[in-house]
């Protein structure tokens, strides 16, 4: 599994199970933004608590009293010590912030694996996924009449096929768990960073001429409806394009320009984002952090993308 940094966009399909057991497809958008420069403190520190807890446990922490989270939290800062020193490290925050993510990607296959596993082979193959997820849409084309479902359905369709080819590495059209993640997130498998690559073009190059203009690039990120003048944020990204996508300075991203900006080689998320947690609470400026200073600024880490899920607090070290 390569070091996956932020992912393209990523139309999937959601089932809706219909009585009788046909699932029906809808197209879900889900955007995952790319790049360096976007680790944003959203309300509440959000990034910083999926980044540490993972995206389910942060919101199961949403629920709990301070002192709850607080109590849980120190339970969690003595799994990331590794070397029981009393301190947490740079790198055993940007471990377990890596291990937190792997984990939530297996378990997200798991989740979804006997709804396409039909023929329980434990393989899923192409034509077992595809009469999941487009199933009903195949057999029943007249409930979709709506210009705007034909051509997401028929758009995706031979999209998920080629992705899954890609994921398909011995070529037997049959997905092994690995390739069936390699599938499901494209974004973390060196061998499909091309497939991430090209759907982002795909979804933003709306004049289909094989390359991202700055004005495509601001309008898949923000949609001037009223036509007034655009907010400061949005200048400043039509700078950012300018002056770090735009590489070789022709008005337009490239391929390439898409890769260095969706999967930057030289940038480690995990490990930013554990510089980020330990500058934000190194009260004593040592280059690390005691579970003092940890409990101190609680409400940074449950929400941050370290501390993931509840569970954590009841399984096995070996586990994560």
Avoid at 40 to 60: I, M, N, T, V
Avoid at 85 to 109: A, C, F, H, P, S
Wanted: net charge negative; hydrophobic share 30%.
């Amino acid at each position: 599994m390569g070091s996956g940094g932020g992912a393209g966009w990523r139309l999937a399909l959601a089932l809706l199970v219909l009585p009788g057991g046909l699932g029906k497809p809808t197209a879900r958008q889900e955007r995952a933004r790319p790049g360096a420069a976007q680790h944003e403190d959203r309300p509440g520190f959000q990034y910083d608590h999926e980044a540490f807890l993972g995206k389910e446990e942060a919101r199961s922490f949403d629920q709990l009293s301070p002192e709850e989270s607080r109590e849980r939290l120190g339970k969690i800062v003595d799994r990331i010590d590794d070397n029981k020193d009393g301190y947490l490290t740079t790198e055993e925050l940007k471990n377990w912030i890596k291990r937190v993510q792997k984990r939530y990607i297996y378990e997200n296959v798991a989740k979804v694996w006997k709804d396409y596993d039909l023929n329980k082979d434990n393989k899923i193959a192409w034509e077992e996924y595809k009469q999941a997820t487009y199933g009903y849409y195949l057999e029943n084309p007249e409930e979709f009449q709506d210009a705007t479902d034909q051509h997401s359905f028929k758009k995706m369709l031979p999209r998920d096929e080629r992705r899954f080819k890609t994921a398909d590495l011995d070529g037997d059209l049959a997905a092994t768990r690995e390739e069936f993640t390699a599938f499901l997130h494209p974004e973390e498998f060196e061998h499909m960073k091309n497939i991430v690559v090209l759907e982002t073009l795909e979804d933003i190059d709306k004049n289909g001429d094989g390359f991202v203009d700055q004005d495509e690039y601001i309008a898949d990120m923000f949609a001037n409806e009223d036509g007034g003048p655009e907010p400061d944020w949005v200048i400043t990204e039509r700078e950012q394009f300018s002056d770090f996508r735009d590489l070789n300075k022709d008005g337009k991203m490239d391929k390439e320009e898409i890769q260095h900006w969706i999967l930057p080689q030289d940038y480690d998320h995990a490990l930013a984002e554990a510089r980020h947690l330990v500058y934000e609470s190194d009260v004593d400026k040592d280059q690390k952090l005691t579970k003092e200073e940890v409990l101190d600024n609680w409400n940074m880490f449950v929400g941050s993308q370290a501390t993931n899920y509840g569970e954590d607090l009841t399984r096995n070290h070996d586990e994560l």
